[in-house]
């Protein structure tokens, strides 16, 4: 595998997760973003469960392992999915998305200090710049009676991080156990996230067989391929760059993501972007400049 194996997977996986993104923004204000969220966890469950005997098979790694990849996948794709789909309800995909390219330099200061990798001057010029594109989004909210921009962003927010936890813990158990393949540490995370939502569930029901029964073929044949190309191919090509790609430097392909999505959008929508989000972007692209010196 070359040196800039992980890029490359990392750019596949930003475009996969950015067109599922536009099939979770929508059905996540159709059903919900409990309900998205539990679907597309369980569908790509399935599919890891088929993969990993076939090509990837176990590694051993032991409970201590295989319990803090699930309990990755229960905090970063449990609990922070849900705060992500709220806030692609709210204020669409190329926005939140935006928020997200935060993750990149969180982890890079995360694996910092938590796993030795360097990071660079570089990196926190650039995070100012991400701050003036998250003030330029939230400013589109301001003057807008009952606006839920600046409440979004915070979901948004929030999702990143608990993500970046999600991540951190999972680029841990790769070291501690290098057998271990990026499929068998999808099919542990993803698992974890089920058995959240299956606590979930206890305290309030996600419905989910009820709100099944009220989507046409076609909306849940749609919302299976946004599942499995926005989380089992997108997952599966992330894991691959965590798992041997420098945490920081991976912050490079996160352009991708909010370019496409928010191209898409405006795209399906027939409408030029707003001048805000023209400015947010400016800085975005200033910001990303800055981290690829």
């Known amino acids: 595998m070359s040196s800039n194996s992980p890029y490359y997977f990392a750019l596949g996986a930003n475009l996969c997760f950015a067109s599922g993104s536009l099939v979770f923004a929508r059905f996540s204000r159709i059903t919900g973003p409990v309900w998205m969220n539990a679907f597309k966890a369980g569908v790509a469950l399935s599919a890891f469960a088929l993969t990993v005997p076939v090509i990837g098979g176990f590694s051993g790694a032991g409970w201590h392992g295989i319990g803090l990849m699930l309990l990755s996948g229960a905090i970063g794709l449990g609990i922070g999915d849900i705060f992500l789909l709220s806030s692609f309800a709210r204020v669409g995909a190329g926005r939140t998305l935006m928020v997200f390219s935060f993750q990149p330099l969180v982890l890079g200061l995360l694996a ?36 839920l921009v600046p409440l979004a962003l915070g979901f948004a927010l929030i999702g990143m991080l608990l993500d970046a936890t999600g991540l951190i813990l999972t680029r841990g158990v790769f070291d501690a156990y290098p057998s271990m393949t990026p499929l068998e540490g999808n099919l542990h995370r993803l698992t974890g996230a089920v058995l959240f939502f299956g606590i979930f569930a206890l305290f309030k029901p996600i419905r989910f067989v009820e709100i099944m029964q009220t989507l046409s073929m076609r909306e849940r044949a749609l919302a299976a391929v946004g599942a499995l190309v926005g989380t089992y191919l997108s997952l599966m090509l992330y894991l691959a760059a965590i798992q041997r790609g420098h945490l920081a430097s991976l912050s490079g392909i996160a352009i991708t993501s909010t370019t496409w999505a928010s191209a898409i959008e405006c795209l399906l929508e027939r409408k030029w972007p707003s001048k805000h989000l023209v400015v947010a972007f400016g800085f975005f692209l200033i910001g990303m400049l800055v981290l690829l010196q």
């Open 112 to 147: 910092f200090l938590f796993l030795g990798q360097p990071i660079e001057g570089r990196h926190f010029l650039a995070i100012t710049f991400f701050m003036l594109c998250l003030g330029s989004l939230v400013m589109e909210g301001r003057g807008k009676k009952g606006s």
